[in-house]
């Protein structure tokens, strides 16, 4: 349940799941649909082993990591009927109770200290999706929840899910854990007051793991940042913007009218990809402004025409540009953004 409701107060979420997932779902990441078999992937509720001497069930999570990274993650969504409100930050708090059979002193690789427990929280759903690659493609998270500067790793020595127990017991029991984790970073509810509860497992350990997770509690305590500065993505290392022509897809140099066009005026225009660019609930995309600044110096303002989150990206934002009237030098061009009074970084786009 989640106790609170306000901005200016903490709210607490408990699940335990001696009755049941609690609204939790599983995510597994980094792993071959083609071979997905042969990793073991499971994920339910099931009774909890009877040396817990606890009755009910757990959140049973299992996968045999054969690609030497494997991702199993739990998920919940939170909302306004939670105590969430758009736009405010919050920071972010976990106590995991789980059971491990993963010793701790092993040769080798480590069924316990080799994985590692996190967890966190995004405005973004968070999604295991293919890669683009067509060739037996993996399934990665479209959240990175390995950044360290970004996600929560447990407190505990070594931040890992080894249970204290040496290698070679016979048989391997379930030792009841308990590790608090903080997110690293402030995470901000989404326009539609949404964020996404994260916690799981990162493997190194190239075999079986198998935990039960027993309860989670998570406190969100609301903090008052500043709004954050928009950032227009630019391509590796290079102050060039991640531009593309609206209709054709194509990157630049960007004519200043074609003929392929789905508008009667003939102008160019371009799609534009930034982070930390959150309409708040109400707002209208008039609230985002853009200029460009072109290779002699002039200044003029650019229309604003659709802003949307990327499907099934909601970190990232798309918006679409006209490129002005007025706007006649070729060469490199500087286009900026602004929203709630910060303004973005300043990108390249080619111009002709």
């Not at 929280?121 to 690659?133: D, G, H, N, R």
């Not at 005026?265 to 930034?274: G, H, P, Q, S």
């Not at 070729?330 to 953004?337: H, L, P, Q, V």
């Amino acid at each position: 349940m989640i106790a609170g409701g306000c901005a200016s107060s903490a709210l607490s979420l408990s699940s335990d799941f001696r009755g049941g997932l609690q609204g939790w779902q599983p995510v597994f990441a980094n792993y071959s649909p083609a071979s997905q078999e042969s990793y073991e992937l499971r994920a339910e509720a099931r009774t909890l082993p009877p040396e817990l001497g606890v009755n009910g069930t757990g959140f049973y999570m299992q996968g045999h990591n054969r690609s030497g990274d494997l991702l199993m993650l739990l998920k919940k969504r939170l909302g306004p009927t939670d105590g969430i409100v758009a736009g405010q930050s919050y920071q972010v708090n976990f106590i995991i109770n789980f059971a491990s059979n993963a010793p701790s002193v092993c040769g080798g690789g480590s069924p316990g200290g080799s994985v590692s427990l996190r967890a966190g929280a995004s405005a973004a759903e968070p999604l295991a999706l293919p890669e683009s690659q067509p060739v037996a493609p993996h399934m990665r998270m479209n959240v990175n929840v390995l950044d360290p500067n970004q996600w929560g790793l447990t407190t505990a020595p070594g931040g890992s899910i080894a249970n204290g127990l040496t290698c070679g017991a016979r048989p391997t029991p379930y030792v009841p854990l308990q590790r608090a984790v903080r997110q690293a970073a402030t995470v901000t509810a989404n326009s539609d007051g949404e964020l996404w509860l994260i916690a799981g497992t990162h493997s190194g350990f190239e075999g079986l793991t198998a935990l039960y997770y027993q309860r989670i509690d998570v406190t969100l305590v609301p903090v008052n940042s500043p709004p954050a500065r928009p950032i227009l993505l630019t391509e590796p290392d290079t102050e060039r913007a991640v531009a593309l022509d609206s209709v054709t897809l194509r990157s630049g140099p960007f004519p200043l009218s074609t003929e392929q066009n789905f508008s009667s005026d003939r102008r160019t225009r371009i799609l534009l990809f930034a982070v930390n660019l959150e309409l708040r609930r109400g707002e209208s995309i008039s609230a985002v402004t853009a200029r460009i600044v072109d290779s002699q110096g002039n200044v003029f303002p650019l229309v604003v025409e659709s802003v949307a989150k990327v499907p099934n990206f909601g970190w990232l934002t798309q918006m679409t540009v006209r490129l002005p009237d007025g706007l006649k030098a070729e060469g490199e061009a500087r286009i900026s953004i602004s929203l709630h009074g910060e303004t973005s970084n300043m990108v390249l786009v080619s111009v002709r």
